[in-house]
C-alpha cells in the first residue's frame, strides 16, 4: 500500500508490512509532526478483513473520508484519512490500469451497480444497465467542493465495464483505488474517488467462478494388501487359529 499526502509536499510513503503504526513520536513507522496528532495516534494492522485502523488511546479523533471514527475502521484503496491537518490517500501498488482484464462472463455483462459509500450520494445504490453517467446532466450530479461540476461514465464494451472521465477537474482528478485514472477497466471491489464522493464497484458476475480440481486419489489397495506381506497374513491366520483352539480346549477340559 502507498500513502500519498495530497496536502503535503512529502513524498509517497511505501507500506508492505502487516502493521503500520502512525503518530508524532520518532518511534513510528510513520511520524506525523503536527500539533493535533498523538504520539502514538492510530495503527493499520492487515488481517483476513483487510487493513483495519484502529484509533490508540488518548488520541484525537480520526475522520475516514470526513466520517469521524472512534475506535476501529475496515479501510479500502482509495480511502482519505484525516488526522487533524494531515490527509492521507491510500492508493493500492498496482496502477488499476495495468491490471490483466477479467474474463469476458458468457453474456458479455452481468449485474453491476455502484454502491455509494462517501459523500452526498452516501447510501444510494446506482444500477448499470447498458451505462450509467454521473455528472451535471445525468440522473445524479457531482458536484465538487468548490461548486465546479464534474462528470464520468460506465459502459460495456467487448465484454470488460470501462469507466471514463467525461469532466474532471486537475485539483480533483478522478482515481480507482486511489490512483488518479482517465479511462480503464474495473473489476469488483474497485473504489472510485472523486473529491468527496466515493463509489464500490458491485459485480459479483464479473469474478471468474473458481476452479474445481479434483485432487488424485491413489490407487485403491485391498484391506489385506495394506496389512503386509501375504506370508505375514497367513501366519496371523495360524496364530488366530491355534489361540481359538486353546481356548476351546481349555473349555472343554474345565466342563
Known amino acids: 500500500m502507498r500513502i500519498e499526502f495530497p496536502n503535503a509536499a512529502r513524498e509517497d510513503f511505501h507500506w508492505t508490512q502487516t502493521q503500520l503504526r502512525i503518530g508524532s513520536a520518532s518511534d513510528n513507522d510513520l511520524v506525523l509532526a503536527t500539533s493535533q496528532t498523538a504520539p502514538h495516534h492510530l495503527r493499520i494492522q492487515q488481517d483476513r478483513r483487510g487493513w483495519v485502523l484502529q484509533v490508540l488511546p488518548s488520541a484525537g479523533r480520526i475522520y475516514v473520508n470526513a466520517r469521524p471514527v472512534r475506535e476501529r475502521a475496515l479501510l479500502r484503496a482509495g480511502d482519505v484519512v484525516s488526522v487533524g491537518d494531515s490527509r492521507m490517500l491510500l492508493r493500492a501498488d498496482v496502477d488499476p490500469a495495468l491490471r490483466p482484464p477479467l474474463g469476458v462472463p458468457e453474456q458479455g455483462r452481468c449485474t453491476v451497480a455502484l454502491r455509494a459509500v462517501a459523500g452526498p450520494l452516501s447510501g444510494r445504490v446506482l444500477p448499470l444497465r447498458d451505462s450509467l453517467e454521473l455528472g451535471p446532466q445525468g440522473c445524479c450530479p457531482l458536484e465538487l467542493p468548490q461548486g465546479e461540476a464534474a462528470a464520468l461514465r460506465l459502459f460495456w ?71 503386509g506381506p501375504i506370508g505375514e497374513v497367513w501366519w496371523l491366520i495360524v496364530t488366530a487359529a491355534v489361540l481359538a483352539l486353546g481356548i476351546a480346549l481349555v473349555l472343554l477340559i474345565r466342563f
Request: hydrophobic content about 40%; overall charge negative.
Open 157 to 227: 464494451q467487448d465484454g470488460q465495464l470501462l469507466l471514463e472521465a467525461i469532466q474532471s477537474s486537475a485539483r480533483h482528478p478522478l482515481r480507482v483505488n486511489g490512483v488518479a485514472a482517465q479511462k480503464l477497466a474495473l473489476q469488483p471491489g474497485d473504489q472510485i474517488g472523486l473529491a468527496m464522493h466515493r463509489f464500490v464497484v458491485d459485480g459479483p458476475g464479473m469474478e471468474p467462478e473458481p476452479e474445481i480440481v479434483m485432487p488424485e486419489l491413489p490407487p485403491e489397495h485391498l484391506p489385506e494388501e495394506a496389512a
